[in-house]
């Protein structure tokens, strides 16, 4: 071989090795945008929706809601009630298995259950009624309640922040005021730490060791078989930039679409778009109860006949099909749902807001509506809300803000100016407001109660009937009442229900569960 | 006599080292009160910020007395002028903090990131230089023309058009509609030079348009310039082809400009991979600002700034330091 064809051959070989890139591994790797970036890894200490995205992942519960609504067991075998309603047994199911190949014990899901109830509000509710919770032996745990709570499998299969997930004893009883840093779960899916790039990247791995229920999945309950090897959160902030990627087929999942990119994405037969969340989101104003004008109920119910739901929902998501006027506060189409007192939710009436201004005597004084400008489904509630509220009388001063900086002035008490508030919209998931007990909205103990803190005795004596009446007819009679209440008192306002539309490849991926929230397990790749 | 000119040349050496050695140790040592006064200025600028970390890490569904227990933990009650104290002595120990968000040291969220930013520094670096130099060598050389005005229209529109408006017509172009590059990611050298490299095509073309069209500019009317010397007509006369001239003896003696601009230009790609971080996806410390920024993740916003401040100050220094390379009769 002569001099300068060896030097070819070397500069070739060397080519060659830079351009090579790594062994394409044979193994499934789901590609998932979600809604956001994931940062805490406890779901029990932030209420933050990514991180109860990732305990369903990691961990698994109790007991599951199913897309009925109704609650099934799910890590727990048989359960039974005393006759007195004040005794709850259950007994977990055979094999399971935390990640480290330990079994998952009833004392780790006593320690979970009471570190849960710490953070939690309707586990706070839960341990307030509680004489004991303890283990009986590996596989059995006992519940003794001091009073009848008709919630009690409600709370054990609460499907948002916070959810009661079940970590091992040494994990959960890491104080509730501190993160946790052992991320063993009994879940579908194993976290892989260090593979974690926050801001990147969240890599999950399949848990060989999951014993699936034999039920087929249904929301949060039955099987949770999972039918790829690994799953990549991708953390991609700009909608455009997600869009373009899923029609480019470099991801195969994205959790939330904006509706005004929708048509881009129906427009490829590959991408299947489909809203898998059929009761969605609902949409709230919250009016600050500690100073005027809001602290005099006829203001309050001034504002509720100034705005109505269509104007809401038409300036947002504009498309008909991603949204619906509904007068029900616990959602259309669920148990609780009544259209009960709602008529001063459904259409403006700005003749009665003009009145019942004067009749309180407002004073001009311009009310502080925070404006949230940065979230696609949030941005315009406020403008619009300006427009209704001034055709009914009022006067506005509409602060702009990107969302954080609301979230952070609505813990404001100072009065309203350029600290406090008056008036701020937000929206809710539908299984974050089910009932009035997970509801923060309808607290109304005054300085304990969420942001806006009204104070109406009247409404704590009916939700605490709620709590404890087992029976669900009578239950739904109290949140008749409540919703009557709500809009009599004005605790808040129901700005109509909307849609999520999620995304995937249907060219690369199937099975994608029907759930209210974005799970992966049975997901075939 | 020729020993007491050797002497004397060496003694003239000796002092010039030393100059430059205290213009060094100057440089270095007023870097320190202008880092001290980036660090003030940022802690109390974040604290006047509107937002609350706590409410934030709280979630949305947060509840006060939640937000107050996470306030406590963070250290976040205590007066401002104990949380400033806290922060400097752990900043002259060497620690930059803990981000509220991810319980990970601030330098290791840094340490995972920089690497993206580099890369894509480095690359639309080169890209930048290799585009922009000659094509202002050429519109200088062919001053008035046709090409010259070619030159500098592409230059005005590469200053008007907004990164992101271009980042999206490229990927538009040519991910989507030709699928000849990745719509967003980014890949490190590790994981093979080609996967690298077609991550970072399209950001870095993206990213170097406003840098060409600046650079483009400038080496043009530095060239112009000392094209109208004295000794390059000499360099004419002496029958040297255009190539020798406008390189060697053109563009040599119009360099400083063009690295002054060039080191600007450096400094200024900062904010750059900001926007181009976020339209490409790609995970580095443009974007992990923009993120701690949204957070109000107040140690993480601090140490980013405090590094960039580094970073523009060593750049400053580099190019002080190039001056005396590039004309023998600067000196310090």
Same mark, same amino acid.
């Given at each position: 071989m002569s001099k300068k064809t060896t030097i070819l051959a070397i500069a070739l070989a060397f080519c060659t090795s830079l351009f090579a890139a790594n062994p394409v591994s044979a193994e499934s790797t789901l590609r998932v945008v979600m809604h956001s970036d994931l940062k805490i890894v406890d779901p029990v200490w932030t209420t933050a929706y990514m991180s109860r995205n990732y305990g369903y992942m990691v961990y698994d519960t109790l007991f599951a809601l199913d897309s009925n609504l109704h609650v099934q067991p799910q890590m727990v075998g048989d359960y039974s009630v005393s006759d007195n309603k004040l005794t709850y047994t259950m007994t977990l199911r055979d094999g399971l298995m935390f990640h480290d190949g330990a079994p998952v014990t009833a004392a780790d899901a006593v320690a979970s259950l009471k570190r849960w109830g710490q953070k939690d509000g309707m586990g706070q509710m839960l341990m307030e009624y509680t004489a004991d919770l303890s283990a009986v032996d590996d596989k059995t745990l006992k519940l003794i309640l001091k009073k009848p709570f008709g919630l009690v499998l409600d709370a054990l299969a609460k499907p948002s922040s916070n959810v009661p997930f079940i970590m091992p004893k040494r994990v959960a009883d890491t104080p509730a005021s501190e993160q946790i840093k052992d991320h063993t779960g009994s879940g579908p899916f194993i976290f892989k730490e260090d593979e974690w790039k926050p801001g990147d990247r969240t890599v999950f791995v399949k848990n060989p060791n999951y014993k699936a229920r034999s039920e087929p999945s249904s929301w949060m309950s039955g099987s949770k078989a999972v039918n790829v090897d690994r799953v990549e959160w991708i953390s991609i902030k700009d909608h455009q930039t997600a869009v373009n990627a899923l029609l480019a087929g470099e991801i195969d999942y994205m959790e939330s679409v904006p509706h005004d990119l929708l048509p881009l994405l129906d427009a490829d037969p590959n991408v299947q778009t489909a809203v @898998? !969340? #059929? @009761?969605g989101n609902q949409y709230m104003y919250r009016m600050n109860h500690l100073h005027p004008p809001f602290d005099d109920v006829r203001v309050r119910r001034a504002a509720m006949w100034a705005v109505n739901q269509k104007d809401f929902l038409q300036g947002v998501i504009? !498309? #008909?099909?991603?949204y619906k006027e509904c007068a029900a506060m616990f959602f259309c189409d669920t148990p609780l749902a009544t259209d009960k007192g709602a008529e001063i939710m459904m259409r403006s009436d700005y003749e009665k807001s003009k009145a019942l201004l004067k009749e309180a005597g407002y004073d001009g004084t311009p009310i502080v509506l925070m404006h949230s400008t940065d979230l696609n489904v949030l941005a315009n509630l406020a403008p619009v809300a300006k427009q209704n509220l001034e055709r009914g009388g009022f006067k506005v001063d509409m602060q702009s803000m990107d969302w954080q900086t609301l979230v952070s002035r609505r813990s404001k008490q100072d009065p309203p100016g350029k600290v406090g508030w008056n008036l701020f919209m937000t929206s809710w998931q539908s299984l974050d407001i089910l009932n009035p007990i997970m509801a923060a909205g309808y607290r109304a103990n005054c300085n304990k109660a969420w942001f806006g803190w009204p104070c109406d005795t009247t409404m704590e004596v009916l939700r605490k009937a709620f709590a404890e009446e087992p029976d669900p007819a009578q239950q739904k009679a109290i949140a008749e009442a409540i919703q009557i209440r709500a809009m009599e008192y004005g605790t808040h306002g129901h700005g109509g229900q909307w849609l999520d539309v999620t995304a995937w490849r249907k060219d690369q991926i199937s099975n994608v569960p029907n759930a209210p929230l974005p799970v992966q397990w049975s997901i075939s790749k | 006599m020729e020993h007491f000119k050797v002497r004397r040349s060496g003694t003239l050496a000796k002092r010039s080292q030393r100059t430059m050695l205290g213009f060094l140790v100057r440089r270095i040592l007023a870097t320190i009160p202008v880092l001290a006064m980036v660090a003030l200025f940022v802690f109390f600028m974040l604290r006047l910020t509107p937002g609350d970390p706590a409410a934030i890490l709280a979630g949305d569904n947060g509840e006060p007395h939640q937000i107050e227990a996470i306030r406590e933990a963070l250290g976040l009650n205590e007066p401002i002028l104990t949380q400033l104290t806290i922060w400097l002595g752990n900043i002259l120990q060497g620690d930059l903090g803990e981000s509220f968000f991810f319980n990970k040291k601030v330098t290791e969220l840094i340490a995972m990131r920089v690497d993206a930013t580099l890369s894509l520094a480095i690359v639309t670096l080169i890209i930048t230089l290799a585009v922009a130099i000659p094509l202002g060598v050429l519109a200088a050389y062919r001053h008035g023309s046709w090409v010259d005005r070619l030159v500098m229209g592409f230059s005005v529109l590469g200053f008007s058009v907004p990164i992101f408006v271009l980042g999206y017509f490229l990927i538009f172009i040519f991910s989507v509609k030709l699928n000849w590059f990745p719509v967003q990611g980014f890949k490190s050298i590790s994981d093979g030079f080609w996967p690298f490299l077609h991550h970072l095509i399209l950001p870095s073309l993206t990213l170097s348009v406003i840098y060409i069209a600046l650079i483009a500019r400038m080496t043009r009317a530095s060239v112009i310039e000392v094209l109208n010397e004295d000794y390059i007509r000499t360099a004419y006369a002496k029958g040297l082809s255009n190539m020798v001239v406008l390189m060697r003896h053109a563009l040599h003696n119009a360099a400083v400009p063009i690295v002054t601009i060039t080191g600007i230009g450096v400094a200024l790609l900062i904010g750059g991979v900001v926007v181009t971080e976020s339209v490409y996806n790609i995970p580095g410390l443009g974007r992990l600002t923009v993120d701690a920024v949204l957070g109000r993740d107040y140690p993480t916003i601090q140490a980013l700034i405090l590094v960039f401040s580094c970073v523009y100050v060593v750049i400053n220094l580099l190019i002080d330091l190039s001056y005396t390379l590039l004309d023998p009769r600067i000196r310090y």
């Open positions: @898998l !969340n #059929p @009761l504009g !498309n #008909p099909k991603y | -």
